[in-house]
């Protein structure tokens, strides 16, 4: 059974950091592109970040370039999201997934074939 598990998320100012990080089990973790992926109340689910099976790959949406940092740690099953400089439009619930497709990048959430439950941040202006 595949499980994604998020954690880190919080309440913090705006200008604050947070680490959010995805463990996941049942699955051959390098064999997965990871992604964050955010949805705020009343809008669409919207990409955050990307990262390639071996971690040489990264993408990032302009909202979030120069901010957000993703990372994966191929021995723990883990990716992270180190999230700096953080604003009250970047509340949302936080979600993390993992998908085999070959092609890269993509931004796309119906590429991905696992999610997790999500964690939500808010952030306080």
């Known amino acids: 059974q595949v499980q994604l598990k998020e954690s880190g998320g919080g309440l913090v100012q705006a200008g604050g950091s947070l680490r959010l990080s995805c463990a996941a089990s049942g699955l051959t973790f390098s064999r997965y592109a990871m992604g964050w992926f955010r949805q705020a109340p009343g809008k669409e689910r919207e990409f955050v970040a990307a990262?390639?099976?071996?971690?040489?790959?990264?993408d990032y949406p302009d909202s979030v370039k120069g901010r957000f940092t993703i990372s994966r740690d191929n021995a723990k099953n883990t990716v992270y999201l180190q999230m700096n400089s953080l604003k009250p439009e970047d509340t949302a619930v936080y979600y993390c997934?993992?998908?085999?497709?070959?092609?890269?990048?993509?931004?796309?959430?119906?590429?991905?074939?696992?999610w997790g439950q999500g964690t939500q941040v808010t952030v306080s202006s």
């Open positions: 997934a993992g998908g085999t497709f070959m092609g890269w990048p993509t931004r796309r959430p119906y590429d991905y074939d696992y």
């Open positions: 990262v390639s099976r071996s971690g040489a790959g990264l």
